[in-house]
């Protein structure tokens, strides 16, 4: 079993940052592929960035490229998002996610993680 926090969400105006945590126990966290994934109201939930369980490869979506980017830190058991120019289009609940499958490195499908955080809101204002 793996539980994950998230943390860090908020309500920010446009063109401000945030930077989101998630906090991983249970597992051995350098084994885990990681991704994060967000869901506005009334949409299907969406991926926005993963990382490989080295921390050497990323993905991320062509709607966050260059503003958002995910990083983890091994040691401290941690996956974070730094996400910078906000748009209120970026409003969501984001939610971090694991993934035990050697296969799935940096998977863009929800279905390939196995454990998900209870998500933190992000809301952007204009």
């Known amino acids: 079993q793996v539980q994950l926090v998230e943390s860090g969400g908020g309500l920010v105006q446009a063109g401000g940052s945030l930077r989101l945590s998630c906090a991983a126990s249970?597992?051995?966290?350098?084994?885990?592929?990681m991704g994060w994934f967000r869901q506005a109201p009334g949409k299907e939930r969406e991926f926005v960035a993963a990382?490989?369980?080295?921390?050497?490869?990323?993905d991320t979506a062509d709607s966050v490229k260059g503003r958002f980017t995910i990083s983890r830190d091994n040691a401290k058991n941690t996956v974070y998002l730094q996400m910078n120019n906000l748009t209120p289009e970026d409003t969501a609940v984001y939610y971090c996610?694991?993934?035990?499958?050697?296969?799935?490195?940096?998977?863009?499908?929800?279905?390939?993680?196995?454990?998900w955080g209870q998500g933190t809101q992000v809301t952007v204002s204009s």
């Open positions: 996610a694991a993934s035990t499958r050697p296969a799935y490195t940096t998977s863009r499908s929800p279905e390939h993680y196995d454990y």
């Open positions: 249970g597992r051995a966290f350098s084994s885990l592929n």
């Open positions: 990382i490989r369980w080295t921390g050497t490869v990323t």
